[in-house]
């Protein structure tokens, strides 16, 4: 079974500061996602980004980024210029996709994160 | 607004109740998960439906049971409710092929008192 560890339950940073969130994750599969997503305090669950497991290239979107070591079984989250929006509970989630359509979340603890002005 | 629409938003019962939680999925998803979240088991996967029939199960209680209907909307229905069972309980849904992750519903606050 895959695991999702998030060793950081909580982490502080000042705006406009860059701060990384880090994942590691357990599996014995090739072909898998990896997505970050982010619960601010209306619970709603955002996805911030995904990665593929077979692209060598690191996702990119805006100013959150990841650092993905497939053979570290690493996915780590950078949040550049921080700001007061992004404080929230971040979620490191894995999926395998399954024969017949069935796409599994296996989720993290999460790491709350607080940007303080 | 996701296009996940879950109902009701807060809800507060007595043990030995039943409640039953709907979602209805983002226009042209067929794909229906169930994700309970509480402070000390985190996101757990529940159930998966996929154009009205079950998918795949993780840790679903026997008192819980969901379903899937023709207009695709799911139901989740909780029996004999327990205190452990309150917590957080999101809907989620997916145009399933190409692997975009969910999206999520705004999830039903259910506290058993």
């Known amino acids: 079974a895959q695991t999702v560890t998030q060793s950081q339950p909580e982490m502080s940073v000042q705006e406009a500061e860059t701060v990384t969130l880090s994942c590691t994750y357990d599996?014995?599969?090739?072909?898998?996602?990896l997505f970050w997503y982010k619960q601010p305090p209306s619970r709603q669950m955002i996805l911030v980004i995904r990665q593929e497991a077979y692209k060598q290239q690191n996702a990119t979107e805006n100013r959150f980024s990841v650092n993905f070591q497939k053979a570290a079984k690493s996915f780590s989250l950078k949040i550049s210029d921080s700001q007061l929006g992004d404080t929230a509970m971040y979620f490191c989630?894995?999926?395998?996709?399954?024969?017949?359509?069935?796409?599994?979340?296996?989720f993290g603890k999460g790491t709350k994160l607080t940007v303080n002005p | 607004d996701s296009g996940v629409t879950q109902t009701p938003k807060h809800l507060i019962t007595a043990t030995g109740q039943r409640v039953t939680l709907r979602c209805s999925p983002r226009s042209g998803d067929l794909s229906v998960y169930w994700y309970q979240q509480s402070l000390d088991q985190g996101l757990q996967f529940l159930i998966q439906y996929y154009n009205g029939e079950e998918r795949a199960k993780g840790n679903i209680l026997e008192r819980f049971s969901a379903q899937q209907f023709p207009d695709l909307h799911s139901e989740l229905n909780l029996s004999s409710l327990e205190l452990g069972d309150s917590a957080l309980y999101f809907c989620?849904?997916?145009?399933?092929?190409?692997?975009?992750?969910?999206?999520f519903g705004s999830g039903t606050r259910l506290t058993v008192v």
């Open positions: 989630a894995f999926m395998k996709p399954l024969q017949g359509g069935s796409e599994k979340l296996v």
């Open positions: 989620a849904s997916s145009a399933g092929g190409l692997v975009r992750g969910y999206t």
């Open positions: 599996t014995s599969e090739n072909n898998y996602y």
